[in-house]
């Protein structure tokens, strides 16, 4: 399956942005689907996830209550909403599939399809 992010730009702090991720060549369908970002010099880390095991969603602390991911099978996608950002939410964000175990959602290694990356942008 291949992943498309999209939906990242510029905006001020307090806005929002909505980012989509797109399955093609195949579908979610047995995935779990998770959102991740990078910030320039950092590693990889987690944001969040719809956990297909148990269809709970899980969120880093940093972005709980300000973040929702919500997975539309029907269309194949599944989007990041993101509110109240903040300036040290700036960073490219990566979605990425695969079949990890609960204990290992966070970890970017538990995943085999990443999508290409989009660039959010948050000034203050």
């Known amino acids: 399956v291949q992943l498309q992010a999209s939906g990242g730009g510029l905006v001020q702090a307090g806005g929002s942005l909505r980012l989509s991720c797109a399955a093609s060549g195949g579908s979610f369908n047995g995935y779990t689907v998770a959102w991740f970002r990078q910030a320039p010099g950092k590693e990889r880390e987690f944001v969040g996830t719809?956990?297909?095991?148990?269809?709970?969603?899980y969120y880093d602390d940093s972005v709980k209550g300000r973040f929702t991911i919500a997975r539309d099978n029907a269309k194949n996608t599944v989007n990041l909403q993101m509110n109240s950002l903040k300036p040290e939410d700036t960073a490219v964000y990566y979605c990425?599939?695969?079949?990890?175990?609960?204990?290992?959602?966070?970890?970017?290694?538990?995943?085999?399809?990443w999508g290409q990356g989009t660039q959010v942008t948050v000034s203050s």
């Open positions: 990425g599939a695969g079949r990890p175990i609960l204990s290992s959602i966070s970890r970017p290694t538990a995943y085999g399809y």
């Open positions: 719809v956990y297909l095991g148990n269809k709970h969603t």
